[in-house]
């Protein structure tokens, strides 16, 4: 060990840790879930695009290209590449065992952009606490794209805080590039761009002259040539090059007329509630799709604004149902075991926040953990939420997590001393 920080064989062992872990959940699942372990939108949505992928048939669902757009390439290439080496009847373990593999990556990265925001004990604490979790090893087992997404978007934000530390051409760059492919893999996370520039707004002053504009300029930049194959992609479908994110459906779906009717607080995301007959009317008035897009964005928008109460208790459910122990219906153990330490994690988490507010620096990769856990709180609040979102900003939590054993661990060790 040094002083600086746990010595690099601690490390390691920390990530050892976190493959076994992963694994043994997934050995877990396939005995006792193995019927259950792909979801309902990989079987519908990601798996027939992989599929026609391998194929030769592109990216396409029976043969509409355009419809196919609504859906981030990332995780149906991911699966095609898996589907190409080990046929698209590969079982579901050796995704799962992929999987794995991708998750202690991003034990990885949640403890070097720790050790950067808060140093390298706490980041130590901080890959332990990622590597244990059970909520990782129960994910880590389902064909999903968020094993691969979540890493994605964690590294993106690693990206952003090298920036930020030294605002060269090449990282910034990077940094958009990192950005665009989360994108492409979930495009929610397209507004980690908007956070990035946000911090470099706040940042400014502590740039060099002209530093700021030069960091923006480069991450917009990277961005843009990340998401360069698939704009060129949608040019050749639409005559165009367009991003179609569906992200003002998602939003009309959340917060649309007659969503207030039901607020389901259950774990999942049920069917919506929306009023059937005013979402077909939108689509009726709007055929381009981005046309579309932007309609359903301004009447949710319009509805939120003419009922403020029922969209803000709306929002509140959502916000609970994101962040409920465990799912409707669960079982004791299941209760007890995932659900316990969820608690756990968001009790930690809210002391480690307390601690660093109290006596944090100003590192820019400090500023990077806050504006990611604000942004997916406010992502939550928005747009339709179940369980399975909370994953994205779970590592940052881990993060926060650290701070507050290493603080412990610190008190712990001084009145042993004494």
């Not at 609040?381 to 507050?404: C, D, H, K, N």
């Amino acid at each position: 060990m040094t002083a600086r920080g746990p010595a690099r064989r601690l490390v390691w062992a920390v990530v050892l840790c976190s493959l076994v872990v992963k694994l043994a959940g997934v050995a877990y699942m396939q005995r006792y879930l193995a019927w259950n372990l792909v979801a309902p939108d990989t079987r519908d949505q990601y798996r027939p695009l992989a599929v026609s992928l391998v194929e030769g048939r592109g990216y396409q669902f029976h043969g509409d290209h355009a419809d196919a757009t609504r859906i981030a390439p990332g995780f149906p290439v991911f699966l095609a590449a898996i589907y190409g080496v080990a046929g698209p009847d590969a079982p579901t373990w050796l995704i799962g065992a992929i999987n794995a593999v991708l998750r202690t990556l991003t034990t990885i990265v949640v403890f070097a952009l720790a050790s950067r925001a808060f140093g390298g004990w706490a980041a130590w604490w901080a890959a332990v606490v990622h590597a244990l979790d059970p909520w990782e090893a129960f994910w880590t087992a389902f064909v999903l794209k968020e094993s691969l997404a979540v890493l994605l978007s964690v590294f993106a934000m690693l990206a952003v805080a090298s920036a930020l530390e030294s605002p060269t051409f090449i990282r910034g760059i990077a940094a958009g590039v990192a950005i665009a492919v989360a994108a492409l893999t979930r495009y929610a996370s397209l507004g980690l761009a908007g956070a990035a520039i946000a911090l470099v707004v706040w940042r400014r002053h502590a740039l060099r002259s002209g530093g700021a504009v030069r960091l923006a300029v480069t991450l917009a930049a990277g961005l843009v040539i990340g998401l360069a194959p698939w704009l060129v992609r949608n040019a050749g479908v639409y005559g165009r090059p367009m991003l179609y994110l569906h992200s003002g459906y998602a939003f009309y779906v959340s917060n649309g007329p007659g969503t207030e009717r039901v607020r389901d607080t259950s774990g999942y995301a049920g069917s919506s509630a929306i009023d059937a007959s005013a979402s077909a009317d939108v689509a009726r008035r709007h055929p381009g799709p981005v046309e579309r897009d932007a309609a359903y964005l301004a009447a949710a928008t319009a509805h939120a604004a003419s009922h403020p109460l029922e969209t803000a208790l709306t929002a509140g459910a959502r916000l609970a149902n994101m962040w409920r122990p465990t799912f409707a219906g669960a079982s004791a153990i299941n209760v007890l075991v995932l659900g316990g330490s969820h608690v756990v994690l968001l009790i930690a988490a809210v002391v480690g926040w307390r601690v660093d507010w109290k006596h944090g620096g100003d590192a820019p990769a400090r500023a990077v953990v806050y504006a990611a856990v604000g942004f997916y709180l406010l992502l939550h609040l928005l747009f339709w939420s179940e369980i399975r979102y909370r994953q994205y900003v779970t590592p940052f939590l881990a993060m926060f997590a650290g701070v507050a054993a290493d603080a412990a661990w610190r008190r712990w060790s001084r009145s042993a001393i004494a």
